[in-house]
């Protein structure tokens, strides 16, 4: 009994010490010191530009392949040789349509001979008819036998002439002078009719191929204007423009192609080069932009932490966002330009918490002085380096 008491109080003891522990932790958290966070103000957009890298690639780049099905006996070119127009690229074993030609021309002879023989037989019944030996229903069922004699005959030529252009359908040649881009098909495989066997670069126009992400793509229009510049010559740009613009993203990648357009007599760029496609961010007028991580979401209300400079306490303030870019967003509304904005850390805050506002150096940054132009300065420069 005794012991049953004193395990009581000892249980009872225990949550009351408990108790006043946690009223401690409540107490102390009301008088936590402020802890640092990073702030940047938001800048204008219409400075930003935006980097896709791409490829040189032709503008005309057709499939080629036979006409007809068959087995590939001999392949007489490789990626990266020059063609020209005419030039045999590859050819398939001809016993089949061989034989399919020698059977075409038997029968154009045997329908000559019909047609031989009905001509003959027409003629004699018309002299017969003439001398009124014969009567009209006789030479009637002669002449139309000869009508169709006609009509084989004209089939089997359409026959022996399809027959002779399978034959020549059994060597794939260039249509257009150029470079061969890729192979998609060797010796002794079999192909089917159409089926791609070799892409051709034409000579002529070259382009930049760049993907679009899909939260860019909405802002290109065809025809806007874009700077090139070659890896193998950074720090020289060329005038494109944006020429032409998938209206489907691809099923993988989820990005769309588009192709720029520029004077390749100026660039003298060569096919498979690096390029980059620069290209101007969102638009100004009087767009704000901010770093990435400094926008947080709740559902579907998006949200930045500012900071209060009359005693450093964060205010959860809502926004409203444009398209997100790979590393700054743009805040249509909600925001003022002079405020100061906490860019890291936001999952970690909460509203009234108080904070010591610092630059990218660490540095504290006296808000009261925000109109200046020394930490201002120092702070956006800052962001729109990164």
């Not at 901010?290 to 400079?309: F, I, K, S």
């Not at 450093?312 to 926004?319: A, E, G, M």
């Not at 850390?345 to 509203?351: A, F, K």
């Amino acid at each position: 009994m005794f012991r049953s008491l004193l395990i009581s109080g000892l249980i009872v003891g225990a949550v009351g010490a408990l108790g006043l522990q946690g009223c401690s932790d409540a107490e102390s958290g009301k008088t936590e010191a402020p802890r640092p966070a990073l702030v940047v103000q938001p800048l204008t957009a219409g400075a930003s530009q935006d980097v896709f890298p791409g490829e040189v690639r032709a503008r005309y780049e057709p499939e080629l392949g036979f006409r007809i099905a068959g087995k590939i006996s001999q392949r007489k070119v490789d990626v990266g040789d020059r063609v020209s127009k005419g030039d045999v690229l590859a050819t398939l074993d001809t016993d089949d349509v061989n034989l399919q030609l020698d059977a075409a021309r038997a029968r154009f002879a045997s329908a000559q001979a019909d047609h031989k023989l009905a001509r003959t037989e027409l003629d004699r019944h018309q002299a017969l008819l003439e001398r009124q030996v014969i009567s009209r229903s006789q030479y009637d069922a002669v002449e139309s036998r000869f009508d169709a004699a006609q009509a084989q005959l004209r089939q089997a030529r359409a026959n022996l002439n399809v027959a002779r252009n399978q034959t020549d359908y059994a060597t794939l040649q260039a249509p257009q002078d150029g470079v061969i881009a890729q192979r998609r098909a060797e010796a002794g495989q079999v192909v089917a009719a159409g089926q791609p066997v070799f892409v051709l670069a034409v000579d002529g126009d070259r382009e930049v191929r760049i993907d679009l992400p899909e939260q860019d793509v909405g802002r290109f229009v065809i025809g806007m204007p874009v700077a090139i510049e070659l890896w193998s010559r950074k720090g020289k740009v060329f005038p494109g423009t944006l020429r032409e613009l998938s209206p489907s993203a691809d099923p993988r990648s989820r990005t769309f192609e588009a192709r720029v357009a520029f004077d390749n007599d100026d660039v003298g760029a060569d096919l498979g080069q690096s390029a980059r496609v620069v290209a101007s961010g969102v638009a100004g007028n009087g767009v704000l932009t901010l770093p990435l991580p400094a926008v947080t979401a709740e559902g579907d209300q998006r949200y930045v932490w500012v900071v209060n400079p009359d005693d450093t306490s964060l205010v959860k303030t809502p926004v409203e966002t444009g398209p997100y870019s790979a590393e700054t967003v743009p805040v249509l509304s909600g925001l003022s330009a002079d405020a100061w904005v906490v860019a890291a850390g936001t999952h970690l805050l909460r509203e009234g918490q108080t904070v010591i506002p610092v630059d990218r150096q660490n540095r504290q940054i006296e808000l009261a002085s925000a109109d200046s132009a020394g930490p201002e300065t120092d702070v956006d420069a800052e962001t729109e380096s990164e």
